[in-house]
């Protein structure tokens, strides 16, 4: 709604925590939950990119949890921490969302 009228924004979801989970390829997705079923986020993360969501991974909880990039889905960039991105992000003009 907000594009078809017009408006300029930018979203960028940082994933941090247990939310993590959903950017590991199916890979490493099984690896870590002890599952065969592949990331059921998949379709859903991809989606969000379609639509221009950027979307970064805490290096912190990466390095936390033993994640390296190749651990990713494509496209997910790294970011040196939560906590600071979200500081810079806020630093920029951002308006912090959280569920």
Same mark, same amino acid.
């Given at each position: ?51 221009? $969501?950027?979307?970064? @991974?805490? =290096?912190? &909880?990466?390095? *936390?949890?033993?994640? %390296?990039?190749?651990? +990713?889905? !494509?496209?997910?960039? $790294?970011?040196?921490? @939560?906590? =600071?991105? &979200?500081?810079? *992000?806020?630093?920029? %003009?951002?308006?912090? +969302?959280? !569920?």
């Amino acid at each position: 709604m907000m594009r078809e009228q017009g408006a300029v924004f930018r979203i960028v979801g940082i994933y941090k925590g247990d939310a993590l989970y959903q950017m590991l390829n199916d890979r490493a997705y099984n690896r870590v939950r002890q599952v065969r079923t592949g990331n059921p986020y998949l379709e859903l993360v991809a989606e969000l990119q379609r639509e221009g $969501v950027e979307i970064e @991974a805490c =290096g912190n &909880t990466m390095h *936390l949890r033993g994640f %390296g990039n190749s651990d +990713l889905l !494509p496209g997910i960039r $790294v970011n040196e921490g @939560a906590l =600071g991105r &979200t500081l810079q *992000l806020a630093l920029d %003009g951002f308006v912090q +969302l959280e !569920p």
